[in-house]
């Protein structure tokens, strides 16, 4: 048999039958709901006379519209309330399990599925969310939806999708002490460009990439659709059984052995080829922090503001300048030191509890400066009942955080989260294009501890330099 990349072993497995016009029709595993882009979903249903195909394989969480402040309800931003009920309805008359706002199990969409067991290596995951990709962190599929797609899925539990190419980036060495997958990432993304991987099914591979803990490749795999990849994988292998064993909606036992061994065989083939293949070396990476008003306009926290006039490419010249003018920075001054405003700990990029713990390792025994605003938000009711078990609350109290309950927050501004006109964040969440954390925000992407660290010092600092506390 031709050696098979893992996107074509999923590919193969899913695979319903080709349809004219070079799509074709794919089973979906796993369907995610979340209160925005479902509603217009459900009264297409409800307007043709259809239900949901499978209900048991739908699961939905309230977790873009909803406050992350204590005894927080429906009522949010205007408009919030009359989607949060009516997702609450659906998803009741459908028989839809739904982690809502008071639930035990509530969380960011993205944080949650993983955690349940909901994901699984192997299956195919849609959401109508651009970061469902997140997921395949565990060799899953998965990848954002439109509503007219939830429409489709909700009704046939099927959808129709074009093949796209291969393509693999292969992260060879060992990240440098206080990086992190989010500084890796970041450093991809701006080797690549936020258009490298369009068309593509990014597969990440590698001796830094196996290393990786499996909160880092969510955190990677999260981010691949920045690179333009409609999806983003890595292999599954033991790191990824072991976080598996034991969840929720996991197989147990017997049924786990056995889909384990299925597991194995999803890794790409000796010898088979992609349609593109990239190599990087991870011990060249250094923190990263977003300069501009796109992922891939990113430098290692201790270097300059790059300068428009020394790029060569006009397109990219233009975009660069604007960009300096929009963040109200000086072409050729060092990112150190820059003065901040706020910062935003959460998002799906970097809820989990490892996330935490990096930002609270450096916040501990410190003081928010007195200047900036922080909110430390966690990713679910779980990672924040854990994050609590270990103290982790007090020291972001103590330090002057303000501890929040679980939502997708200040990442997309949906909510009463957000970034005041011309004040400048270090976010951790995934995109930092004009007014995405508000109307004349200036975000600043950053891992936990770089945010924690500029939370601390007040502007922008090298998690390097602390020094111990």
């Known amino acids: 048999m031709t050696p098979r990349t893992l996107f074509q072993k999923l590919w193969d497995q899913h695979h319903i039958a080709d349809l004219p016009g070079g799509e074709s029709l794919i089973h979906i595993d796993r369907h995610l709901l979340y209160e925005i882009t479902s509603a217009q979903a459900f009264e297409g249903l409800r307007s043709t006379g259809r239900t949901v ?151 990440l591979s590698g001796q830094a990439i196996s290393a990786m803990p499996m909160e880092g490749r969510f955190t990677l795999c999260n981010m691949g659709v920045e690179a333009g990849a409609r999806t983003t994988l890595i292999a599954p292998d033991d790191t990824t059984f072991d976080y598996v064993r034991g969840r929720e ?74 960009a300096i003018e929009y963040m109200d920075i000086r072409p050729g001054a060092p990112l150190l030191g820059l003065k901040i405003d706020n910062v935003f700990i959460g998002s799906c990029t970097n809820s989990r509890i490892s996330d935490l713990q990096a930002a609270a390792a450096v916040a501990r025994g410190r003081k928010v400066a007195a200047h900036v605003r922080a909110i430390v938000v966690p990713g679910s009711m779980s990672v924040k009942r854990e994050a609590e078990a270990l103290g982790l609350d007090r020291i972001f109290l103590d330090a002057g955080f303000e501890w929040r309950e679980p939502g997708c927050s200040m990442c997309a501004a949906v909510n009463n989260d957000r970034v005041a006109p011309g004040s400048r964040c270090v976010s951790t969440s995934n995109r930092n294009f004009e007014g995405r954390q508000g109307p004349g925000a200036r975000t600043h992407l950053a891992s936990p501890a770089v945010a924690a660290a500029a939370a601390i010092a007040g502007k922008l600092a090298d998690t390097r330099n602390l020094g111990a506390n």
Not at 117 to 125: E, H, K, Q, S, Y
Not at 192 to 202: K, Q, R
Request: with cysteine.
């Open 53 to 203: 195909r499978n209900p048991e394989l739908t699961y939905g969480t309230t977790d873009h519209l909803i406050s992350t402040e204590r005894g927080r309800g429906d009522d949010t931003v205007e408009g919030g309330k009359i989607l949060i009920q009516a997702f609450r309805k659906n998803t009741r008359e459908h028989a839809i399990r739904h982690f809502d706002v008071h639930d035990p199990q509530q969380g960011i969409v993205h944080v949650v599925a993983p955690e349940l067991g909901i994901a699984l290596p192997g299956v195919t995951l849609v959401c109508g969310d651009s970061h469902t990709g997140t997921v395949g962190a565990l060799g899953a599929w998965a990848w954002g939806i439109g509503t007219s797609s939830v429409e489709q899925v909700l009704a046939t539990q099927t959808l129709a999708v074009r093949k796209p190419k291969t393509m693999r980036i292969r992260v060879d060495g060992v990240l440098g002490d206080g990086v992190t997958a989010k500084d890796l990432i970041l450093y991809l993304i701006g080797q690549i460009g936020t258009a490298g991987a369009t068309g593509y099914a990014l597969e």
């Open 249 to 322: 909606f996991a197989p147990a036992g017997d049924a786990f052995e056995m889909a384990v061994l299925h597991w194995r065989e999803l890794a790409s083939d000796e010898g088979a080829t992609y349609d593109a293949e990239l190599h990087f070396d991870a011990s060249v990476v250094a923190p990263q922090v977003t300069w501009g008003t796109s992922p891939e306009q990113v430098a290692a926290i201790d270097a300059l503001v790059p300068d428009p006039a020394h790029i060569a490419d006009k397109e990219e010249r233009d975009a660069a300048q604007r």
